[in-house]
């Protein structure tokens, strides 16, 4: 699986920006597609996931600032953040996980490169 996230630049608090992270690769075994954020000294953590239902799920921090979509045709997942804070710096990156179960699933997270966004006061 490969994932490669686009998107992400210089904004002003208060702003929008959308981040876009396509997909390729062997996707039969996927559990969830997700969005994970890195700030400078800090762990990776979760923005939001969609499940391979379709069900978004959204971290108690983001919810109601970004919503998490995907173009299935398009092979694209989607995160639109909402009202930009400088708080918001971060790496953002794009996160594919496996089910576990099943022939040939087992279980793997697979990462993009990560997407830079920087919020400027």
């Known amino acids: 699986v490969q994932l490669v996230e686009s998107g992400g630049g210089l904004v002003q608090a208060g702003g929008s920006l959308r981040l876009s992270c396509v997909v390729s690769g062997n996707t039969k075994c996927i559990d969830a597609l997700g969005w994970y954020r890195q700030a400078p000294g800090k762990g990776r953590e979760l923005v939001a996931d969609?499940?391979?239902?379709?069900?978004?799920r959204y971290a108690d921090a983001w919810e109601g600032r970004v919503t998490i979509s995907r173009d299935n045709a398009e092979n694209t997942l989607y995160l639109q953040i909402f009202s930009l804070e400088p708080e918001d710096t971060a790496v953002y990156y794009c996160?594919?996980?496996?089910?576990?179960?099943?022939?040939?699933?087992?279980?793997?997270?697979?990462w993009g490169q990560g997407t830079q966004v920087t919020v400027s006061s």
């Open positions: 996160n594919f996980r496996d089910r576990g179960y099943g022939s040939g699933c087992h279980g793997a997270n697979y």
């Open positions: 969609i499940s391979s239902g379709g069900i978004p």
